[in-house]
């Protein structure tokens, strides 16, 4: 039998080719979840300027307004980095379904152009 040869790029490209018409709602979450991935790992340098900063200072009066200045940046920061990640898991279940939907017409098209003898042969039936 000549069976195709099945590679991971051919693979990757139907894969692409599912995922093409919503190309712009894949890109959006990748991008929310990198951006808020590197915004979540930055978080605990303020909490090191934040503890140096108790830990260096003799006056801890005068430290207060950096001290809340660090808070507030870390709020900031963990607020922008949930939000990303909220948005890309709206994005992500929108364009999931649509996606796993042209993958499956995609494969009924590739299916129904083989032959009837390819589902009427009893051979391929004890495979599974």
Do not use: C
Request: hydrophobic letters at 45%; zero cysteines; a positive charge.
């Amino acid at each position: 039998m000549n069976t195709p040869k099945i590679t991971v790029g051919k693979l990757l490209r139907a894969f692409w080719n599912g995922l093409a018409p919503q190309k712009w709602f894949f890109l959006t979450t990748i991008g929310t979840f990198v951006v808020g991935s590197i915004l979540y790992v930055l978080v605990p340098t303020f909490y090191k300027s934040f503890f140096d900063l108790i830990t260096n200072t003799s006056d801890k009066v005068s430290a207060v307004p950096a001290l809340l200045k660090i808070i507030i940046e870390i709020l900031i920061i963990n607020g922008t980095s949930t939000v990303l990640y909220w948005i890309g898991m709206f994005t992500a279940s929108y364009y999931d379904p649509k996606t796993q939907a042209t993958l499956r017409q995609q494969a009924f098209s590739y299916i129904i152009d083989h032959s009837y003898t390819y589902f009427a042969d009893n051979f391929t039936g004890s495979i599974t």
